[in-house]
């Protein structure tokens, strides 16, 4: 389904809502007041692929971590995240801050929700009503028995309504509960009734294994339904995970600006006589640390010759396992016949780094920031590489596979 076009609202030069991409959000878990460290994290996290990041501000003292990490690193759009005291919001404002996450209903009388709007607007700065819920009104959660989908409705209709008495639009709304359908039909409600930008994913989901799969179900639901701006993945893990759990949900539903390296592998049966759970565990170790997950290329790795060639017809590259042996392919074709340790070192020596080449490696040549790859495919090929693929950027990659 298409996406539903929604409000456009920008937070420092992150476009949310409109016809732009999904964005990627995740959060510090630092102490806020340790400057150094939290500004380390927030560059990881944007490394990592995270487009807004949020950082908790408990305190007026903290707000002071958002103007420490704007003078280094203004590109980096930040999220305030607050409770209870408007002046921690106003502080931060001033500080530079980019989005303010509050519930206006729990800062203090409608003077000070004045006041944080007009601050705001002054400085087209957008506010996020965050409702979740484990912190829904007291009289919403007496009126429903529990926090069910229409109160978190209710809830986040309440907060817009109080932005809107002060002249205030900039809005970008979330309604998040621990409980999947929940998650999704609030999500369903606010989507219907009004056009402002919606932050969807399950909050408290859990751990890796289970936050994942909740945030898989919710997120496609939703997507599919053509709801859902921008997207957090709340895991009770490092946040950079977060992260690479957005980019991998999104890119497996086909998310426009979201594409990139898609490994195929098949679940193993009898017929499979290669160490296929190694093979692709190594890949996959490798393909991350060379940073080529983000490149869209189609990687095959099959346990035998029934899913090989055949069945994976359409990947670039694949190996397709034998007795102790692995055909390498290419588009379906056949290019070679390789032993089971050859075939670990076919598919993990992927590199953009002409100096980590090793002996019928792929070097994956890409102009970059600071350096153009294509100057360095000569030593490549002298270091042994075998293919070469080459990308004008990484925006806008064109496919060259050249077999040497």
Do not use: W
Not at 23 to 47: C, G, P, W, Y
Not at 338 to 343: D, H
Not at 377 to 399: P, Q
């Amino acid at each position: 389904m298409e996406r539903k076009s929604t409000k456009l609202v920008k937070v420092g030069n992150v476009d949310i809502g409109g016809r732009s991409r999904i964005s990627i959000q995740s959060m510090t878990n630092t102490d806020s007041l340790d400057k150094e460290a939290t500004f380390s994290q927030v560059v990881r996290l944007h490394s990592a692929g995270c487009n807004i990041v949020r950082i908790a501000i408990p305190t007026i003292e903290a707000a002071e971590t958002i103007a420490y990490i704007k003078e280094r690193r203004p590109d980096i759009p930040i999220v305030a995240d607050i409770h209870f005291d408007y002046r921690i919001a106003l502080r931060s404002v001033e500080c530079g801050v980019d989005k303010i996450r509050i519930n206006p209903g729990n800062i203090g009388d409608e003077s000070r929700v004045s006041a944080v709007a007009k601050a705001c607007s002054s400085k087209g700065i957008p506010i996020r009503i965050g409702v979740n819920g484990g912190s829904l009104e007291k009289e919403l959660l007496a009126k429903y028995g529990a926090p069910t989908p229409e109160a978190l409705y209710e809830s986040a209709l309440g907060h817009i309504r109080l932005l809107n008495k002060y002249d205030f639009d900039d809005i970008v709304i979330s309604v998040k509960s621990s409980v999947v359908p929940n998650a999704i039909e609030a999500c369903k409600y606010v989507s219907e009734h009004c056009n402002y930008p919606l932050h969807i994913g399950v909050t408290e989901a859990g751990s890796s294994r289970m936050g994942i799969i909740k945030n898989a179900e919710a997120i496609a639901t939703l997507v599919h339904l053509g709801i859902g701006d921008t997207v957090r993945i709340s895991l009770t893990e490092d946040p950079e995970a977060e992260v690479y759990a957005a980019k991998d949900i999104l890119r497996s539903l086909g998310c426009e600006g979201h594409q990139g390296m898609d490994i195929v592998s098949c679940p193993t049966c009898g017929r499979t006589k290669i160490d296929l759970v190694a093979l692709v565990k190594e890949f996959e170790k490798a393909a991350k640390s060379e940073k080529l997950t983000d490149i869209p290329i189609k990687v095959a790795l099959m346990g035998c010759v029934v899913n090989g060639p055949g069945e994976a017809r359409e990947a670039d590259v694949g190996i397709a396992g034998g007795i102790g042996e692995a055909l390498l392919f290419k588009k379906g074709q056949i290019i070679k016949t390789i032993n089971e340790e050859e075939a670990k070192k076919e598919v993990s020596c992927i590199v953009t780094d002409n100096r980590k080449v090793t002996e019928g490696g792929m070097f994956v040549a890409i102009k970059g920031f600071e350096a153009d790859g294509h100057k360095f495919i000569k030593s490549a090929i002298e270091n042994g590489a075998k293919v070469i693929r080459f990308y004008r950027s990484y925006s806008r990659a064109r496919l060259l596979f050249h077999l040497l």
